[in-house]
């Protein structure tokens, strides 16, 4: 999950009314190398997080992108979905959104569920890419179905507000959920405004507030504004 104003979006319903926001997703966290990628390839990835943690070895991020993008060359997706990271936010390498959005690309469609979050974004946003709302919820999708959950609350933020998809909000809850439940604090706050407005579900503010709580307690700025906005406390 990325923190910076750059790749945080969060939009209102209205300036009265509760809102729905959407975060897209990131790898803080070594990544799984998936099964078919080469052995030399696998091992660059995780030679590549140990650099740019500076876990084990000394931190360098110029180094770690290096490496990304042998184990990209050598056709490892998350190698490519790493690299686009580094490119994106110019972290050991020059920023180029062009090629971050590139790279993403490369590494969705080796299967990659983060890459395909992350594209998403950029083509939701229209950052280094043609901005394209359908297009952004196919590929939010695809990274849902692959397991990234923060791309389950994008999507969810896509159909709650039918951006690029048919509007559906009991569609949108059931993400929220998935999202939440897998331990996306934004999805559990964009769910508890769904649950305390009775948004595609039945109303329940007790159970609205609970669910914002939790947002706002795991770090998420969204539910602890929707929590005072509500008079209720963090």
Do not use: W
Request: overall charge negative; glycine content about 16%; aromatic content about 4%.
């Amino acid at each position: 999950m990325r923190g910076s104003d750059a790749i945080v979006a969060v939009a209102s319903i209205s300036a009265t009314t509760l809102g729905c926001g959407a975060t897209t997703a990131a790898r803080t966290a070594p990544v799984p190398v998936p099964a078919q990628a080469a052995p030399a390839a696998s091992k660059l990835v995780s030679l590549g997080l140990m650099y740019e943690s500076g876990r084990g070895v000394a931190r360098d991020e110029a180094r770690a992108s290096a490496l990304y993008k042998q184990a990209c060359d050598a056709g490892d997706a998350h190698g490519c979905g790493n690299l686009g990271f580094m490119v994106e936010t110019g972290r050991g390498v020059d920023r180029d959104e062009a090629r971050a959005a590139s790279l993403y690309k490369q590494a969705c469609g080796g299967g990659d569920a983060h890459g395909c979050g992350n594209l998403g974004f950029m083509v939701e946003t229209g950052t280094g890419v043609d901005r394209d709302e359908a297009r952004a919820a196919t590929l939010y999708k695809q990274a849902c179905d692959r397991g990234e959950l923060h791309a389950c609350g994008n999507l969810g933020f896509m159909v709650a507000t039918g951006r690029g998809v048919d509007k559906d909000e009991a569609r949108a809850v059931a993400l929220y959920t998935q999202a939440c439940d897998g331990g996306d604090a934004h999805g559990c706050s964009n769910l508890g405004v769904m649950v305390e407005g009775g948004k595609g579900i039945a109303a329940d503010h007790a159970s609205g507030v609970r669910l914002l709580r939790q947002g706002c307690r795991a770090g998420d700025t969204f539910g602890c504004q929707q929590l005072e906005h509500l008079g209720e406390a963090p």
